[in-house]
């Protein structure tokens, strides 16, 4: 009787929990993100934005095929990326902290690991050259300013 009884709260539990997750199993649930969908990238470390402020689709990026969570997130140590997904993610100008016009005699390396927009345009720009058809309409699109500041 008692065992029976269990195995009734088991299957119940286990019921309430297929209802909780829907129809996914644990094989196919999306990775768990807590960002929001979209992301309001306005940082505070410009005194002005000069460009209409761009609205990042996180959620379309993050489930896109072929695109991980690593290729934007980064912490890296002895010059290796140590972060992983579930680790805390602090925005990119917590590190990229400059702003203005980079000395002219700065390696591209440092001018991207220092300063805010170059290194946000790099992590972006370089991706969608490699993974947008420069010839659709997005890419198309992507390759303006206004694709992604939208005009003011
Ligand atoms: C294509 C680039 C890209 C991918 C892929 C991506 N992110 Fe992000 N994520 C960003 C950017 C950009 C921000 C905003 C940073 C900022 O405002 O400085 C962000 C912000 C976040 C934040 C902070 C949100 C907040 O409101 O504070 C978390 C958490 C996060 N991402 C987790 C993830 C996880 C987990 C994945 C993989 C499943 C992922 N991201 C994939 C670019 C990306
Ligand atoms: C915890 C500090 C930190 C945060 C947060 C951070 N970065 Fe970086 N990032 C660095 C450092 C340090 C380097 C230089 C690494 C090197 O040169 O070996 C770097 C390098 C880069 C590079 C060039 C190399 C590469 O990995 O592609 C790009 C592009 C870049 N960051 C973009 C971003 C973007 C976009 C964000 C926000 C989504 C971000 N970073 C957040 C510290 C950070
Ligand atoms: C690792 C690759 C990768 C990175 C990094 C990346 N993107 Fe994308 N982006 C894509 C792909 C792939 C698409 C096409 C998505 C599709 O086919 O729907 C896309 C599409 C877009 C689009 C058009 C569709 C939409 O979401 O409205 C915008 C705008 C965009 N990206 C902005 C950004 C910005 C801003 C950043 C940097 C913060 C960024 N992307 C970084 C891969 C990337
Ligand atoms: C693929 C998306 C993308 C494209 C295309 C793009 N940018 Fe950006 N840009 C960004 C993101 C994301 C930021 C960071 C905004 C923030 O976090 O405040 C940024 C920041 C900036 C900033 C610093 C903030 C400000 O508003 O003053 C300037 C200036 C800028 N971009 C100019 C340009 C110009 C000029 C072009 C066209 C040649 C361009 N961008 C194309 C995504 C893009």
């Not at 029976?4 to 119940?12: D, Q, R």
């Not at 649930?29 to 761009?54: L, Q």
């Not at 058809?133 to 500041?149: E, F, I, P, V, Y």
Request: net charge positive.
């Amino acid at each position: 009787m008692r065992l029976k009884s269990l195995g009734i709260i088991a299957a119940g539990c286990s019921a309430l929990l297929f209802l909780a997750m829907g129809p996914l199993t644990a094989a196919d649930a999306p990775a768990v993100v807590t960002a929001p969908d979209t992301i309001k990238m306005e940082s505070k470390i410009y005194k002005k934005h000069t460009k209409g402020v761009v609205t990042f689709s996180h959620k379309k990026h993050a489930e896109h095929k072929g695109v991980s969570c690593t290729d934007c997130h980064h912490v890296y140590k002895d010059g290796k990326n140590t972060w992983k997904q579930g680790d805390p993610v602090q925005k990119c100008d917590a590190c990229h902290t400059e702003t203005g016009k980079p000395p002219k005699e700065m390696a591209k390396k440092d001018v991207i690991a220092k300063y805010h927009k170059e290194a946000v345009h790099e992590n972006c720009k370089s991706c969608h050259k490699k993974m947008v058809d420069k010839n659709s309409d997005m890419g198309k699109a992507l390759k303006a300013c206004t694709g992604c500041h939208p005009k003011k």
